[in-house]
């Protein structure tokens, strides 16, 4: 059974950057848009973007200038920095997987996310 | 952006009764040529992520007890809950994937009465 697991800092200083990993096992990337949520008190759920298995990524206009993922297939994982970070960007942050894919330049999305992590909660304070 | 609605925020129905969701969006996604609605419902527990229940608006995810179903097509979705149990409290979430970003209803919260 596939598992996703996030890992990284809990506590992050405001102005830094916020580094997660999601180690993905018993399965492959291969196919899937890897994606990055959050979720706060105030702002429910949240889609902060994803990467395709093959390296194009999309994401959330919103965040979009500080927002960067990354993904390593030799280790089946991928990654989330979100710079300049404030206190309002603290949240539990989920990984999470989506089948797909893309064809002349338009990525198609299937399934809805079907495996995510358990999420991981970052606290934005000095 | 697709805004989705959710309503109503909350909700507390008998056990064995039916529970009724609704989620709406702020343009159609249905994507023409499928014919297929991007629309998805989870459940989320106190402490989890949110587990996939339906997709394609009506679809339900593998291992999904036959009492959760989805309509609905468009702009306008339902999830209901028939014959409620103890083990579907939960906050449930509709959420889009037709375009990007994806976006996701504030949640209903069902409780037994």
């Known amino acids: 059974q596939v598992q996703l697991q996030e890992s990284g800092p809990g506590l992050v200083k405001p102005s830094e950057t916020l580094s997660l990993t999601c180690s993905v096992s018993n399965g492959s990337i291969s196919n899937y848009f890897l994606t990055w949520i959050r979720q706060s008190q105030g702002k429910g759920l949240e889609w902060i973007g994803h990467i395709y298995y093959t390296g194009s990524t999309t994401y959330n206009p919103s965040l979009k200038s500080r927002v960067t993922i990354s993904v390593d297939t030799s280790k089946n994982q991928f990654s989330l920095r979100l710079s300049s970070v404030i206190a309002a960007d603290t949240a539990v942050y989920y990984c999470s997987r989506m089948a797909g894919r893309i064809a002349r330049g338009m990525s198609y999305f299937d399934y809805g996310l079907d495996v995510w992590g358990q999420g991981t909660t970052v606290t934005v304070s000095s | 952006d697709i805004v989705m609605t959710q309503s109503p925020d909350s909700l507390a129905v008998s056990l064995g009764e039916r529970a009724t969701i609704d989620c709406k969006s702020s343009r159609s996604v249905l994507h023409v040529l499928s014919n297929k609605s991007y629309l998805a419902w989870y459940q989320q527990k106190p402490g989890q992520p949110p587990k996939l229940l339906i997709y394609?608006?009506?679809t339900r995810q593998s291992g999904v007890p036959d009492r959760f179903s989805g309509s609905g097509s468009g702009t306008d979705f339902t999830l209901t809950i028939s014959n409620v149990q103890a083990e579907d409290v939960a906050i449930y979430f509709c959420?889009?994937?037709?375009?990007?970003?994806?976006?996701f209803g504030g949640g209903t919260k069902v409780e037994i009465k």
């Open positions: 959420q889009q994937y037709y375009s990007s970003p994806l976006t």
């Open positions: 394609w608006s009506s």
